[in-house]
């Protein structure tokens, strides 16, 4: 079973950037950042795939970037200009097996999570 970890969550100021981070085995053919906000569902942010070809919701175009290093099996997604709206508990997830080259999976598609890390952003 796949287990990813996330370190702790940042606190910033409206127009800073953060970069979250998760320990996710490079062979993961997929992986995800996820955010989600109280009472809402979660909500794809940006998906990498086994060559690093990416992709991003909509709304999460131009500010974020996923990116991952291989060799340090680890994910991350930089966060710039970031706004109070942005605040949220951001997961990490992965799946074993299935690409997911240009588009950003749903949630029910993927088999490992983190177990999130939580964002601040304060105005």
């Known amino acids: 079973e796949v287990q990813l970890v996330e370190p702790g969550g940042g606190s910033v100021q409206a127009g800073g950037s953060l970069r979250p981070s998760c320990a996710v085995p490079a062979s993961s053919p997929c992986m995800v950042w996820f955010r989600q906000v109280p009472g809402k569902e979660r909500e794809g942010v940006a998906a990498?795939?086994?060559?690093?070809?990416?992709s991003y919701a909509d709304s999460m175009k131009g500010r974020f970037t996923i990116s991952k290093e291989n060799d340090k099996n680890t994910l991350y997604l930089q966060m710039n200009s970031l706004k109070p709206e942005n605040a949220a508990m951001y997961y990490c997830?992965?799946?074993?097996?299935?690409?997911?080259?240009?588009?950003?999976?749903?949630?029910?598609?993927?088999?490992?999570w983190g177990q999130g890390t939580l964002v601040t952003v304060s105005s």
């Open positions: 997830a992965a799946r074993e097996f299935v690409a997911c080259s240009g588009y950003v999976p749903s949630a029910t598609t993927l088999d490992a």
């Open positions: 990498i795939d086994s060559v690093g070809s990416t």
